[in-house]
């Protein structure tokens, strides 16, 4: 079975790409159909017709291997946070959890939240890092590009959350019937 993956090593990294793409973008709909709760700035803004569009980064094997792997860390860890969200989400509801997250926000501190976000982007990016300990050459080491979309997916994390914390804040501190609803890491 391994022999075959290595034999066909671009066409299946296209079909986890593929299945990694979907995740994210299903697990996103599942957790914040309308995208009041995404954290990306980028598909908050071009919508659903774009998520759709990144289903063809399956194709990035056929272009560079190194880059699909990094792109595949990223989307599997992405797939996983959204689903992790998606039962609090499915429970009260897009914008009840938009609200709670913004009394939330009322309730504490920005720099509180900063330090959670640069926590969990520190530890991700440890863990990238140590791969990379143990696989340090990228021409003879696949576990190198491994942990480069970990240290990837730390960095996106780092920003995103970040970015979001900060609109979160602001619209906490804005009159309750001003703020209405938040955005999260979906």
Known sequence: MLAFAYANLPHVLCALLLIARIGDVGTTFLVTPSLELEANPI??????????????????????????VIVL????????????????ARAIGEKAYAALLVDAARRSKLSHALLGVAACSFFI?????????????PTADWG????????????AVCVH??????RLFRRAALPREVAGTAQTSA
Not at 73 to 88: C, D, E, H
Not at 125 to 137: E, H, K, N, S, V
Not at 144 to 149: H, K, N, R, S, V
Request: with cysteine; glycine share 8%; charged share 5%.
């Open 73 to 88: 860390i990223g989307s599997l860890f992405v797939s996983a946070s959204n689903a992790a969200k998606i039962w609090v």
């Open 144 to 155: 190198f590009w491994l942990g480069i979309g970990v240290l990837s997916y730390a960095a």
């Open 161 to 166: 959350q970040t970015l979001w914390t900060m």
């Open 125 to 137: 990016a440890l863990a990238g890092g140590t791969i990379l300990l143990f696989y340090p050459r």
């Open 43 to 68: 598909m908050r803004k071009l919508g659903w017709r774009f998520a759709l569009l990144t289903l063809a980064a399956c194709a990035l094997p056929y272009l560079s291997l190194p880059v699909a």
